[in-house]
T-cell receptor
Framework: NAGVTQTPKFQVLKTGQSMTLQCAQD?????MYWYRQDPGMGLRLIYY???????DKGEVPNGYNVSRLNKREFSLRLESAAPSQTSVYFC???????????????FGDGTRLSIL | QKEVEQDPGPLSVPEGAIVSLNCTYS??????FMWYRQYSRKGPELLMY????GNKEDGRFTAQVDKSSKYISLFIRDSQPSDSATYLC??????????????FGPGTRLSVLP
């Protein structure tokens, strides 16, 4: 049981290059998320997808786009990478509870991205 | 002032010690509180989830919330080397479905020495 799988694990880009980070989950979760984690700043939400076919901005969406390809897959795209986007990127998934209630998120192991 | 603050550590303790990890926050509207454990080169995993004030216990872990002081704690009893990790607190003001309003602390790095 893989849980949440992220690819690639590491990547180095040059400023201005584009890249897509891939995420897939096998837990049949409805909701998926992309976070970035920077030293001293905690996790910050970039985008989330409440269900297949929907996406919404989080706290720090500028410079990113997302695609919810199907229920399993949620990708994050950097169109023109900038050094400020050097970070560790985490994908997560969770169930949704329509009547309310926070649900635990299951995280992947991250993509370490460096932009020179 | 950051919304959620944690001492980054590192905190080093001998095996078997009681560990106290803490977060302070400024937003009095927070009422859902979580603790995550993150091993090196891994994603966070949820340890404890509490609502409002009070204590919650799960095995060797106890989460405590003091809303009047805007202070939350995670206690680890009989600490083990396998507890060595970074511990993140997170909190939310509303009972949202998707966690889009979670605010995470930066984490405290803990080392339990054998």
């Amino acid at each position: 049981n893989a849980g949440v799988t992220q690819t690639p694990k590491f990547q180095v880009l040059k400023t201005g290059q584009s890249m897509t980070l891939q995420c897939a989950q096998d837990m049949n979760h409805n909701s998926m998320y992309w976070y970035r984690q920077d030293p001293g700043m905690g996790l910050r939400l970039i985008y989330y997808s409440a269900s297949e076919g929907t996406t919404d901005k989080g706290e720090v969406p500028n410079g990113y786009n997302v695609s919810r390809l199907n229920k399993r897959e949620f990708s994050l795209r950097l169109e023109s990478a900038a050094p400020s986007q050097t970070s560790v990127y985490f994908c997560a998934s969770s169930e949704t509870v329509l009547v309310g209630g926070n649900q635990p998120q299951h995280f992947g192991d991250g993509t370490r991205l460096s932009i020179l | 002032q950051k919304e959620v603050e944690q001492d980054p550590g590192p905190l080093s303790v001998p095996e078997g010690a009681i560990v106290s990890l803490n977060c302070t926050y400024s937003n009095s509207a927070f009422q859902y509180f979580m603790w995550y454990r993150q091993y090196s080169r891994k994603g966070p995993e949820l340890l404890m989830y509490t609502y409002s004030s009070g204590n919650k216990e799960d095995g060797r872990f106890t989460a405590q919330v003091d809303k009047s002081s805007k202070y939350i704690s995670l206690f680890i009893r009989d600490s083990q080397p396998s507890d060595s990790a970074t511990y993140l607190c997170a909190m939310s003001a509303i009972r949202d479905n998707y966690g889009q309003n979670f605010v995470f602390g930066p984490g405290t790095r803990l080392s339990v020495l054998p």
